[in-house]
Every structure is written in C-alpha cells, then in structure tokens.
C-alpha cells in the first residue's frame, strides 16, 4: 500500500472517505450504522476533531473533519477503522479486510470547495438512487444541516451558517443541483438511449 501524502494540519478541513473491499458492503444493517457513528463519535475527541459532515452508504462513506489543532489523524482514523472491523468480522463471523485499504483524504483548502464537498456528500445517496431527497436517508447529518430549530452551535450547523447563512438556502443550493443533474441526466438518456 503506498503510504499517504497528506500532511494533517490544525485548522483544515478534510474530506475522509473509504468503501469496502471489492466494492462489498460495509453496513449491512441499521445497527451497523449505528455502531459506526457512536464509535466515530468514541474516537473523535470534538475538542480536536470536529465532525463537518457525514454520508454512510451501503459500501462506503463520506465525512468531513475540522482539525481543531495537532492531533495525529492518522492514528486515530486507524484505531477507529480496526475497531469497526473487528467488530464488523466478530458480528458477522469473518475474517479478512472490510476496507478496500487505508482511508482516503483530500485536503479542502477553499471555502467555494467546502460549501461544494458538503453538498456532494449530503447528495450521494440521490446519485445513488437510494431515495429521491437527500433528507430521506438517514445514515447522513444533512436533516441537520435543513432545520433551523437546532439551538446547539454544533460543528456541522456552525459550518453552515458560515458557508449559507440558514437552513433554507443550504437546502435550496443542494436542491439546485440535484435538479441541474436530474436534467443533466435526462438529456443523456435522450442523447444516447
């Protein structure tokens, strides 16, 4: 595996994602999913890794992280992943690799990209045809991301509010793409057949 060319910097947004081996399943339960988030929650200390955003899918996942200062994310996404997959293999009784290999991370070093990472992830269970509306998929924070009565300042509403402004015009950003692609896509049907 070739070793990883990121350096992890305090006060950097990451985009973290990785999917299962042979493009396999990674959840395949809701207690599965479940168990991933509180396990996340269990590893990410929020006083240095802020959880921005998070998409589970069936065969992998999307989140963003906030490094609030040094930490080594690397370590901590290890011990993270090896204890999902421990337990993953125990549940299940096998053996083996549940990921395809070490997570992936790509730095977001501009605000226009994080507004836009942000809606790609929250928007991959529509591309993916699972449901018809992003909020209809409840292994994802965008139900959060939409609704204003959230008191609590959390990472994710903070982010947004930085980014958007209120849940509305989140909303509406997400849904002006889905729409452009769900044209986009019509257009290619007729095109092509």
Request: charged content about 25%.
């Amino acid at each position: 595996m070739p070793h990883r060319h990121i350096q992890f910097l305090p006060e950097h947004y990451y985009h973290i994602f990785n999917r299962g081996n042979n493009q396999q399943k990674i959840f395949l339960e809701d207690e599965n999913y479940r168990f991933f988030l509180e396990r996340l929650h269990r590893h990410f200390d929020p006083s240095n890794i802020e959880l921005i955003a998070y998409c589970l899918m069936p065969n992998h996942f999307h989140m963003i992280v906030y490094l609030e200062q040094e930490v080594d994310f690397s370590n901590v996404m290890r011990s993270f992943s090896v204890s999902y997959v421990k337990s993953f293999n125990h549940w299940y009784r096998r053996v083996g690799h549940l990921y395809q290999g070490d997570f992936q991370a790509r730095l977001i070093d501009a605000v226009g990209y994080l507004s836009h990472v942000c809606r790609y992830i929250h928007l991959n269970p529509v591309t993916a045809k699972l449901v018809k509306l992003p909020e209809d998929w409840k292994y994802s924070d965008y139900r959060e991301w939409i609704e204003d009565k959230n008191a609590s300042i959390s990472p994710n509403i903070r982010t947004r509010k930085m980014l958007f402004g209120t849940a509305a015009e989140y909303r509406r950003f997400v849904m002006d793409f889905a729409d452009e692609q769900k044209k986009q896509a019509k257009i290619e049907r007729l095109l092509f057949g």
